[in-house]
């Protein structure tokens, strides 16, 4: 494999669910920072996006910092990340507040740090450049860090297409359900519904539970669900 190759697959290679997130120090719109130290004991949303001053781009920023506040109840700190430097970040920024309105926003400061990454260190060590889509620009990745700087998910748009903020909140409030009352969320779940408990891991388990008239709802040994309270779940997970 010649120099370019290995160029080429370094920028591939990213995180994998499960892995300590990779260290860095930045300087960003907010002051240095250091990840994921700095965010030890929360989580934390890191995520690029392909360059300032576009129009997706500008759009979703405007659409995370109008939901900062939303996240930060759920204990999550959110940290945007371009191969921009930092006066165009800023010029962008302040574009963004004293000028743009969007889907009824308008006036929108962006107060969460966005890194300046211009040598695209940190965007190669978290894999956001993608050679087929662009050599130049990051995807618009989506790191999701839990309080003790592990990787948990991670999601990749395209360039042409603006993330939906609803599932990034979902995905988030799930993880935490599934962490603080052990237990799994199915498909479309949201707080409220029935979330799904481990499959049984013996026989006699199984037929315990399907013989059971507890809180179980069972369809067949390894597919129980129970019900967990919508206020129950946010009570534990929110900030007050």
């Not at 499960?18 to 002051?31: H, I, L, N, R, V």
């Not at 695209?120 to 993608?130: L, N, P, R, S, V």
């Not at 399907?210 to 009570?235: G, I, N, R, Y």
Request: aromatic fraction near 10%; hydrophobic fraction near 40%; glycine fraction near 6%.
């Amino acid at each position: 494999m010649n120099t370019l190759e290995n160029t080429e697959q370094e920028k591939l290679s990213l995180p994998r669910i499960g892995d300590k997130a990779p260290e860095f120090t930045a300087t960003t719109t907010q002051g240095e920072i250091n990840f994921p130290s700095d965010y030890k004991g929360k989580w934390s949303i890191l995520f690029s996006h392909p360059a300032d001053f576009t129009p997706v781009c500008t759009s979703e920023f405007m659409t995370f910092a109008h939901l900062e506040e939303k996240f930060e109840k759920a204990n999550c700190s959110l940290i945007g990340l371009s191969i921009d430097g930092l006066y165009s970040h800023i010029a962008w920024l302040r574009t963004i507040k004293d000028k743009i309105e969007f889907n009824g926003m308008k006036d929108i400061e962006v107060k969460f740090p966005l890194i300046e990454d211009i040598s695209m260190e940190i965007a190669t060590k978290y894999g956001m450049i993608q050679p087929g889509e662009s050599k130049t620009q990051a995807v618009r990745a989506v790191f999701f860090v839990d309080p003790k700087g592990i990787v948990r998910a991670l999601i990749y748009y395209p360039l042409s297409l603006g993330r939906n903020f609803d599932e990034l909140y979902r995905a988030l409030i799930a993880m935490q359900t599934s962490d603080k009352f052990n237990v799994a969320t199915p498909a479309d779940w949201n707080p409220g519904d029935d979330v799904i408990v481990s499959p049984a891991g013996s026989c006699g388990v199984a037929e315990e539970r399907m013989t059971s008239a507890d809180e179980l709802d069972c369809k067949d040994w390894f597919f129980c669900t129970k019900k967990l309270d919508k206020d129950v779940v946010l009570d534990t997970i929110l900030k007050k």
